[in-house]
């Protein structure tokens, strides 16, 4: 089984809100920090942001953190990116990864995370 699996995105025009999902179904281990990252074309993988185990401490990049919101439903085992006022250079394939060292921090760092899940695409074109 996949370890995460994210879904929703797709192609928004600028200023539009889109919200994406990441299912952590697939981890054997309990609920973990997970945090969200994107790779644009001839880019680095970048942190967007992450959320902690109960969802207590949310972390943002600079960037997004005053149009991103991330929320986390344990029950459903599912991490949200709610993503408004999108702008053409949010376009990229968005990640989620799990954390799995301490489930009370947010780490920035890409080798931090040890299950990633593949991507959803997220297009912002007028």
């Known amino acids: 089984q996949v370890p995460?699996?994210?879904s929703g995105g797709g192609l928004v025009q600028p200023e539009d809100s889109l919200t994406l999902s990441c299912s952590t179904s697939g981890l054997a281990v309990g609920t973990n920090t997970v945090g969200w990252f994107r790779q644009a074309p001839g880019k680095e993988r970048e942190f967007v942001g992450g959320i902690t185990s109960n969802g207590?401490?949310?972390r943002f990049a600079?960037?997004?953190k005053d149009r991103f919101t991330i929320?986390?439903?344990n029950a459903?085992?599912?991490v949200f990116l709610q993503m408004n006022s999108l702008k053409v250079e949010d376009t990229a394939v968005?990640?989620?990864a799990a954390h799995l060292r301490d489930p009370w921090t947010v780490p920035t760092s890409k080798?931090?995370?040890v299950y990633w899940g593949q991507g959803t695409q997220v297009f912002v074109s007028s």
């Open 56 to 58: 207590g401490y949310t």
């Open 94 to 96: 968005y990640f989620c």
């Open 62 to 64: 600079d960037s997004v």
């Open 76 to 78: 459903q085992k599912k």
């Open 111 to 113: 080798q931090e995370y």
């Open 4 to 6: 995460l699996v994210e």
């Open 71 to 73: 929320l986390r439903d």
